[in-house]
């Protein structure tokens, strides 16, 4: 089967800056596929070459298989959902979401009709006679989507298209954009730099830092299993210990940390001496008697979430860990103050070089 | 001076204006909306407050409201002796307009062709000259303010503005002289063999129409350029992105979001070159006849001040009914325009 979309070895550059670093991926039909990254990170760039609003400065865009070098923005099946939605205020409401077909040549009463469709589509049915100011933020978002669905793309493309929109909407929005795409069955290429956002909706997350694509995977393959420092650091809550390889020997190895020695699973198969990060999700370690754990540290607070408590400790050397826990052992955590020790399965642990990692 | 309803009217006139915006100054002070709001006064100190008042004041009753009427009183008196001004001759007549129409009482052709001839091309061609400048700034406007960067768009402005340091007519002599037979225009032609003999485009009115289209080319440039400025380069690329070809994007998306500064463009265009006097003066052919040097000769040539007021005044009708006409065919209100 031909992927929907597929970059091959494509970089970007701006002058001397690097914008996106030798991506290379295949999204399938029908997919939704997340970039989940920091700011400035590349994400945009990325999806404007998809676009074909930037051209590659190396490496090759295929969408549906074609070579989309030399084809233009308005030649490609591709429509685009901007940051800050780009509705024309020009138009109405109706006008806006046919405009693509009017460019197309439709007749005026047969784009009525697929206004009309659509506006039910988005649950906006009898006001496409609206202007746009007199619209909230998230019917206009559903007008652009609807705008960007007319035109019967094979790839929607959607640049941040809740961040405006305030956290209630946001959410309510979610589901919303899933269900869209489930019923009209097209590939989603969607941007954020919300990991709630992409693990909720994504089939597949590609996350890049600083230009470069770290890894791509379901949201579970990322969480539990990262292949670099940083998507270990960025997919969710982790502490990061900082130190060298000290022996490793099959699945396990142990990292000479500033708590002391620390084994975790050597996802990297990281040689002895090379240096290394090992994370510990909060939830993995566990609270115990002051010395019976791996690592000790004081308790400085914790605060109560419902279903679960993050603890937040300091370390000896000074350094911050967060612990989590829910159920029976929630109401055992001691007073701020208490010693207590840490411990967690090393194979929970988790090991990854440090090289190419800036964010700690 | 007369001394007539004429007279009296003149003066009541800017007072009931000055008693007008006293009410609505009173108005606004009673309106519950601004309860609570600082006055203007005591948010700015008498010192600015009373300025503003007298320079406004000032500025509308001497420069605008006065000429004005006392321009309208005169344009409907016969012209007279300064010794029977305000004597038994001195009444209301239609006469001045009468000779716009249909000449003097002696002549026997039925209409003051000449006179109405000139009014109507200038009244077209004014027109189509304001279409030109659109035609021109568009393109250079829209590059300005969407495409260039800083430094080549800080350099743009530059050259556009850099020709009118120079004086208005010095810059239709500098036409004139690009356009003589002489001319470096001739001469060029002349020597890409293209013509044999010079081309006496001062004769055909080319000098008269290029001068006039450039005198006030930047204020439909700035116009534009403001106008397609606040357009986000977000839409034009939406607009791309869902197929539309590049004229598409300008006839649906850039002109009509400039719709404002395209009025405000044209009917400044329209207006400065309807009334302006140096180039068609510097340029016009021999036989070529602008309205405005009409006017200009009624006043100084034929000293029948009554008469130019008249003719002024139709010219000054004419341009308004250009512009509430624009701004009708552009479904605009008069405020928008002034953004
Ligand atoms: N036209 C351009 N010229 C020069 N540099 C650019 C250009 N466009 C983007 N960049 C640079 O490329 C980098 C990536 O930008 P991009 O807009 O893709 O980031 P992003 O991941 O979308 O960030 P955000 O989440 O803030 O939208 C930035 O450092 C930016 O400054
Ligand atoms: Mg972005």
Same mark, same amino acid.
């Not at chain 2, 249909?102 to 003051?112: E, K, M, P, R």
């Given at each position: 089967m031909t992927s929907a979309v597929a970059l091959d070895h494509v970089s970007i550059r701006f002058g001397s800056f690097t914008a996106v670093d030798d991506a290379s991926l295949d999204i399938a039909p029908g997919e939704f596929f997340s970039f989940l990254g920091p700011s400035g990170c590349g994400k945009t760039t990325l999806l404007r070459t998809i676009s074909g609003f930037v051209e590659p400065s190396e490496g090759v865009v295929r969408i549906d298989g074609k070579d989309?070098?030399?084809?233009?923005s308005n030649q490609r099946p591709t429509a685009l959902i901007f940051q800050n939605l780009?509705?024309? !205020?020009?138009?109405s409401v109706a006008e806006n979401i046919v405009y693509g077909l009017r460019v197309r040549g439709m007749g005026k009463s047969e784009r009525m009709k697929v206004a009309d469709r659509l506006l039910d589509l988005i649950a906006l049915p009898g006001q496409g006679n609206k202007r746009i100011d007199e619209l909230s933020g998230g019917q206009k978002q559903r007008v652009a989507i609807a705008r960007a669905l007319a035109v019967e793309p094979k790839v929607l493309l959607l640049d941040e298209p809740l961040s405006a929109l305030d956290l209630k909407l946001r959410q309510h929005m979610r589901s919303e954009l899933k269900e869209i795409q489930r019923r009209v069955g097209i590939t989603f290429i969607y941007i954020t730099h919300d990991q709630g956002e992409a693990l909720t909706m994504s089939d597949r997350i590609a996350v890049m830092d600083r230009g470069v694509i770290q890894q791509i995977g379901d949201g579970r393959t990322l969480y539990n299993? !990262?292949?670099t420092a940083f998507v270990a650091s960025f997919v969710g809550e982790t502490n990061i210990l900082a130190g060298k390889v000290a022996t490793a020997e099959g699945e396990l190895a142990e990292v000479a940390t500033a708590h002391g020695p620390l084994s975790g699973a050597n996802a990297r198969k990281l040689m002895s001496g090379s240096d290394a990060m090992l994370f510990i999700r909060p939830e993995s370690l566990r609270l115990t008697a002051p010395?019976?754990?791996?690592i000790r540290g004081t308790i400085v607070g914790s605060a109560f979430e419902g279903h679960v408590t993050h603890v937040s400790l300091v370390a000896a050397d000074g350094s911050k860990l967060t612990v989590s826990v829910n159920g029976e052992a929630a109401r055992l955590v001691p007073e701020p103050g208490a010693e207590v020790g840490l411990v967690y399965r090393p194979e929970e642990a988790i090991i990854l070089p440090s090289e190419g990692y800036a964010h700690a | 001076m007369h001394s007539s309803i004429g007279q009296v009217v003149i003066y009541v006139i800017p007072a009931m204006v000055l008693a007008w915006f006293g009410w609505l100054a009173w108005r606004d002070r009673r309106d519950p909306a601004n309860a609570g709001r600082q006055g203007f006064v005591a948010r700015n100190g008498w010192p600015v407050a009373g300025f503003l008042v007298i320079a406004v004041g000032f500025w509308t009753i001497f420069m605008i409201v006065l000429p004005l009427f006392s321009m309208i009183d005169l344009s409907f008196r016969p012209k007279l002796p300064p010794p029977q001004w305000g004597g038994p001759k001195d009444f209301y007549t239609l006469d001045n307009y009468r000779y716009f129409l249909?000449?003097?009482?002696?002549?026997?052709?039925?209409?003051?062709v000449t006179h109405l001839t000139a009014f109507a091309l200038t009244i077209l061609t004014s027109i189509a000259i304001t279409a030109l400048d659109f035609v021109i700034c568009y393109p250079i406007a829209y590059y300005m303010a969407k495409v260039a960067r800083p430094n080549r768009l800080r350099l743009m402005m530059l050259m556009l503005i850099a020709p009118y340091w120079v004086n208005e007519i010095l810059r239709a002599f500098a036409f004139r002289i690009l356009f003589s037979s002489q001319g470096i225009i001739n001469n060029v032609l002349m020597a890409s063999g293209l013509i044999d003999q010079p081309v006496d485009f001062l004769a055909a009115d080319v000098a008269l129409y290029a001068g006039l289209a450039y005198a006030y080319l930047l204020m439909m440039m700035f116009a534009l350029y403001n106008a397609l400025d606040t357009l986000d380069g977000n839409l034009i690329e939406a607009a791309r992105d869902l197929g539309a070809p590049w004229w598409h994007i300008h006839a649906f998306i850039a002109i009509p979001h400039a719709k404002p500064g395209i009025a405000s463009g044209s009917t400044l265009v329209f207006m400065l070159t309807a009334g302006s006097l140096a180039a068609p003066l510097v340029l016009g052919g021999p036989r070529s006849l602008w309205f405005t040097p009409i006017v200009y000769d009624r006043f100084y040539q034929a000293f029948n001040w009554q008469q130019g007021a008249a003719y002024a005044l139709i010219l000054l009708v004419a341009c308004v009914v250009f512009v509430l006409g624009v701004l009708r065919l552009f479904k605009l209100g008069l405020a928008e325009i002034a953004r």
């Open positions: 989309m070098r030399g084809i233009g780009a509705l024309f !205020p020009m138009m299993h !990262p292949r010395g019976a754990g791996a | 249909f000449g003097s009482t002696t002549s026997t052709a039925a209409w003051n």
